[in-house]
């Protein structure tokens, strides 16, 4: 058995990177956070959220009013992306820094 310390971690995306790819694409913070299926999940619910606001809505709401529960599921889902990088973000340059 070597006594050869373990390779420091990868490092991961940058978080403003990752949210800005989040803005820009829903789920895909996600994914680039390594957690493909919690974007599906978020895509999901938003899609699902969205369509039930959709058709629930009386026909004088606005289109915001009528899409109102698929953009707030795009909301958490940003909020989320970043957050998880930024976690995994501070994790590595913890471990980084202290070998």
Known sequence: M???????????????AVLGLAIVLPGSGQVFNREPY???IFLFFMFLLGGFTLVTASPEV?????????IFVYAISVFDAY????????????????P
């Open 2 to 16: 070597s006594n050869t310390p373990a390779p420091p971690p990868q490092r991961p995306m940058n978080p403003l």
């Open 62 to 70: 606005s289109i915001v009013g009528k899409l109102a529960g698929g």
């Open 38 to 40: 919690r974007g599906l």
């Open 83 to 98: 957050k998880k990088a930024r976690i995994r973000y501070e994790v590595w340059r913890y471990a980084a820094s202290n």
